[in-house]
C-alpha cells in the first residue's frame, strides 16, 4: 500500500512514521509512504498557501490552486490515488473504515488547517473522514490516527494478525480484559480462570467479560453485534 500525505506541515510526521508498528511495516515493505507539502505547489514566490476568507470573519483559509496542483501532482504517470479529506464535517471514522482504507493500493490523506480549506478543494476529494466530534487545529493528528489504523492492519505489518483481529469493535465487541506478571500486584490477583490452562474455560471467561463490558461502557455496540444463543446466557449468567 502507499500512503501519500497532503500537508502544510510535513515535519509533524516522521515520529509516527518511523516508530512501533508504522515503521516495522514499512522496514517490511508493507507500506510506503510520501509526505508532500502543499506550499511547494503554491503559486507565488512567496509560496503563500492561506488567504482571508471572503465575507470576513477570523482565520485564514488554505487557498484552492496549491491543493489542486499537489493532488494532480500525484496522478502524474500513475493512477488516481484515492483523495480522503480529513474532516469535522466528515464520516465518522470506526474500525470498518480502516478495514476499507486498508484495501486500497493507494490512499491520499488531505490534511486542512487554520480557520478550514477553501470549499472548492471538496470537488477533488473522493472522501472524507473525521475523527470525532471535536476540532483538532489541523487534519495532520487525524491524518496520525488513520495512518496508525490503517497500518497495523496490513498483512505482515504485525507479525501476529490474529491480535489485530481480535482488538476492539473487530467483532462488534469491546476487547476482555488482559494480564500479565506478576500474578499478584498490590493485593489484586490474576482471575483463577486465566492460570488454569483450561483453554475452553479461558475463552468462554473472556467472551463473557467482552460482553460485560461492552454492555457496561457501550451498550450501543451490542444492538448490531451478532450475538449467538450462547452469548444471550452469558450476559444472563450473575
Ligand atoms: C481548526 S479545523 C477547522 C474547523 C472548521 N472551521 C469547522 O468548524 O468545522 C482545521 C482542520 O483540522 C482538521 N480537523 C479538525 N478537526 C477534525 C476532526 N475532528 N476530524 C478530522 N479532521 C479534523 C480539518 O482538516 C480542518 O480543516
Known amino acids: 500500500m502507499r500512503i501519500t500525505v497532503l500537508t502544510l506541515f510535513p515535519e509533524m510526521f516522521p515520529g509516527v512514521l518511523e516508530s512501533s508498528i508504522v515503521a516495522q511495516a514499512r522496514k517490511k515493505g508493507a507500506v510506503e509512504f510520501a509526505l508532500v507539502n502543499i506550499r511547494d505547489f503554491a503559486l ?17 483559509i488554505m487557498k484552492p490552486e496549491p491543493i489542486f496542483r499537489a493532488v494532480r501532482s500525484l496522478a502524474e504517470g500513475g493512477s488516481r490515488p484515492k483523495v480522503v479529506l480529513l474532516s469535522p464535517r466528515g464520516r465518522r471514522y470506526d474500525q470498518r473504515a480502516a478495514r476499507q482504507l486498508a484495501r486500497e493500493a493507494h490512499i491520499a490523506l488531505l490534511c486542512g488547517h487554520y480557520k478550514d480549506i477553501d470549499e472548492r478543494v471538496r470537488t477533488i476529494v473522493d472522501d472524507d473522514i473525521s475523527v470525532g466530534d471535536y476540532i483538532l487545529s489541523g ?54 480462570v486465566l492460570r488454569s490452562g483450561n483453554h475452553a474455560q479461558i475463552a468462554r471467561w473472556r467472551r463473557r467479560q467482552a460482553l460485560r463490558i461492552t454492555r457496561q461502557q457501550r451498550p450501543d455496540l451490542l444492538q448490531t453485534a451478532e450475538l449467538s444463543g450462547q452469548d444471550l446466557e452469558l450476559l444472563d449468567e450473575e
Open 139 to 192: 487534519g495532520e493528528v487525524a491524518a496520525m490516527a488513520v495512518i496508525d489504523s490503517v497500518v497495523r492492519l496490513l498483512p505482515g505489518a504485525i507479525s501476529d494478525p490474529e491480535s489485530a483481529d481480535r482488538d476492539s469493535f473487530e467483532n462488534g465487541l469491546l476487547d476482555h480484559p488482559h494480564y500479565t506478571r506478576p500474578e499478584t500486584f498490590e493485593g489484586m490477583t490474576v482471575p483463577e
Open 44 to 60: 507565488d514566490k512567496h509560496q503563500v498557501a492561506d488567504d482571508a476568507p471572503y465575507g470576513g470573519g477570523p482565520g485564514m
